[in-house]
């Protein structure tokens, strides 16, 4: 099993280049930053999990420009998004952006992608975009995106975006950038089983037929899904995000269902220290190690 870190990403704590240069000197496989670009203060979307919004969520830095940094300091680390909001972006400027990335970095870029939860949030970039209707912009953005990584002339003739034929430089290194999709609700589960090149759900909101956490059913589900639109589960990977503290046996009941790689987060959404950082993965490795071969 692989092994990732999810922080929170704030100007406050660990700085990216930091980070990965620890992460990577760790044995670690990949890192990973979040996204909100701003919260509305309203609040009038619940956050999913429930509860009040954590102190982390508001200070968010920009995911792209941190793993740019992080790649800059590192060799080997993979480097991705848990989650990015991919309409909350222009088409054009995300592609180039990604794949900048994934150029400078030799093909190190991994793309978790997300629709939001919160639709204030979403109306601030798109006000011409339905709520309702972002699983639908999502399957149109992922077309485009993989068109415009394409060889030129590119272009792309969507409802929501649209691009005449162009050159559109830089292209990702493996021709493409993996997107990972974090969707598990009954709508978005079928979308990543549809055209995702991973899945990425958080391991907590995996529930069975009593409402409980349940990981091995949604896998069940999951890869149902995937052989229902003709595709191999095989090809799938499935990484899923820890929110809790990792546990041996539980790092063990996942690799036994195979899952591809384990994404450990910071032990909370509040705001960290670099020193809390630190000693977070002081803390986690022993544990991980055993698995991480």
């Given amino acids: 099993m692989k092994f990732g870190y999810v922080s929170m990403n704030s100007a406050t704590g660990i700085k990216p280049a930091v ?3 620890e992460l990577e000197d760790r044995g670690f496989e990949s890192m990973w930053v979040p996204e909100h670009s701003h919260i509305p203060l309203s609040r009038k979307s619940p956050f999913p999990s429930g509860g009040e919004l954590s102190e982390g969520y508001y200070h968010m830095m920009n995911p792209l420009a941190s793993l740019a940094a ?9 480097l991705g998004t848990a989650v990015a909001l991919f309409l909350e972006h222009g088409l054009i400027n995300l592609a180039v952006e ?7 970095t030799d093909g190190r870029l991994l793309l978790g992608a997300g629709v939001g939860w919160n639709a204030e949030e979403l109306a601030g970039h798109r006000p011409d975009l339905p709520f309702r209707l972002r699983y639908s912009a999502m399957r ?4 485009g995106l993989r068109a415009l990584w394409g060889p030129d002339p590119v272009s792309f003739d969507g409802r929501w975006d649209q691009l005449e034929a ?10 493409s ?17 549809e055209y995702a090149d991973e899945w990425f759900p958080i391991d907590h909101m995996l529930k069975g037929p009593q409402g409980q956490t349940d990981v091995a059913t ?3 589900r999951f890869r149902s899904l995937v052989e ?13 995000m820890l929110f809790s503290r990792p546990r041996p046996d539980r790092i063990e009941r996942y690799q036994e269902l195979g899952v591809h790689r384990l994404v450990i987060s910071a032990p909370n959404a509040d705001l960290h220290s670099p020193g809390d950082t630190l000693r977070d993965l002081d803390t986690v490795m022993p544990i991980v190690e055993p698995f991480n071969r």
Avoid: C, Y
Wanted: aromatic residues 4%; without cysteine.
């Fill in 19 to 21: 980070l990965a240069r």
């Fill in 70 to 78: 992080a790649g800059a300091v590192t060799s080997k680390l993979k």
């Fill in 98 to 104: 990604t794949a900048t990335i994934d150029a400078m």
């Fill in 140 to 143: 149109e953005r992922v077309a």
């Fill in 166 to 175: 162009s050159a559109v430089q830089p292209k990702p290194t493996r021709g």
């Fill in 177 to 193: 950038i993996p997107i990972l999709m974090g969707n598990w609700g009954n709508v978005g589960i079928r979308h990543a089983a």
């Fill in 218 to 220: 949604g896998i069940d």
């Fill in 228 to 240: 229902e639109f003709g595709r191999d589960p095989q090809s799938v990977p499935i990484s899923l």
